[in-house]
């Protein structure tokens, strides 16, 4: 497995694996050998790439019939209907303006995005966690848009997020589910 970002400061995040190779590249000029992979595969990213130099690039590095596999998760989502309000208001109204435009390919499972074949049927998945309200309110802080938005007005919202939903959310330990939902587009490239 070889595992490429543009950023040598994210792969320095990566949990070490002797199985893994980690590499500062591209990824539409990843250096890597022609003809020589079983599968590429784009987590959460591709709405930054140059789609059609990304693509030739997966034809050159994929063998005959290899897969390519893209895929972002959605917006998250709690298992109570009022925590869920607060967490969809807080991302749709409050940072909802500070995310980046590209955030609409993210918001449409990628659909809004060229694709370069036909398209394998993939099953309905997601990702589901149960966490404390500190470790969603430690996520929600993580967002990018979170970011811009204590940029443009100098001030945190997350900590009136956490007071409103501490009124509900029960125990601070208490731990409820969130889920993400998962958009997966792949197809075989490259064929025989």
Sequence with gaps: IIATDLSAAQLHQA???PRIS???AVAEDSGLPAAYFDLVSVAQALHWFDCERFYAEVRRVLRPGGLL???CYGVCSLDYQRG????QTFYRDVVGPYWPAERRHVESAYQTLPFPA?????PALAITQQWSLAELTGYVSSWSATGAYIK?????????????MASHWGDEQDRHEIRWPLAVRAALLNRP
Excluded at 118 to 122: D, N
């Design 15 to 17: 949990k070490p694996d």
């Design 22 to 24: 980690y590499r500062v």
């Design 69 to 71: 596999a893209v895929w």
């Design 84 to 87: 869920d309000a607060d967490l």
């Design 118 to 122: 036909p398209e394998l049927a993939v």
């Design 152 to 164: 443009a007005r100098g001030e945190d919202p997350v900590p009136a997020l956490r007071a409103a």
